[in-house]
Nanobody, 124 residues
Framework: QVQLVESGGGLVQAGGSLGLSCAGS????????VGWFRQAPGKEREFVAA????????YYADSVKGRFTISRDNAKNSVYLRMNSLKPEDTAMYYC?????????????????WGQGTQVTVSS
């Protein structure tokens, strides 16, 4: 099992940057692919970015490609999401999720563990 805790959310102006962190518990965190998803009020949870268990492959939603960067440090049991050039439409609750030996999928149903989320608000 793994427990996930997100941090780093907050309020930022459009065009600004934020960095999110996802801290995982357990000795086997490096065996998990991690995805970031977001959910705005009244909308479905959507894929943002994912990284495979080794960190060798990354994937992004078209809406964030070129602006967001996902990375991981397995020695620190952490996955990061660097968000640049933020837009008001990036406003949402951001969640990280983990899939054992995953390749980094955009399908939220494949992820076994989820964090509680961290709020990101981008003002115009």
């Amino acid at each position: 099992q793994v427990q996930l805790v997100e941090s780093g959310g907050g309020l930022v102006q459009a065009g600004g940057s934020l960095g999110l962190s996802c801290a995982g518990s357990g000795r086997t965190f490096d065996r998990y692919a991690v995805g970031w998803f977001r959910q705005a009020p009244g909308k479905e949870r959507e894929f943002v970015a994912a990284i495979d268990w080794s960190g060798g492959s990354t994937y992004y939603a078209d809406s964030v490609k070129g602006r967001f960067t996902i990375s991981r440090d397995n020695a620190k049991n952490s996955v990061y999401l660097r968000m640049n050039s933020l837009k008001p439409e990036d406003t949402a609750m951001y969640y990280c999720a983990a899939q054992l030996y995953g390749g980094g999928s955009s399908r939220k149903t494949l992820y076994e563990y989820w964090g509680q989320g961290t709020q990101v608000t981008v003002s115009s």
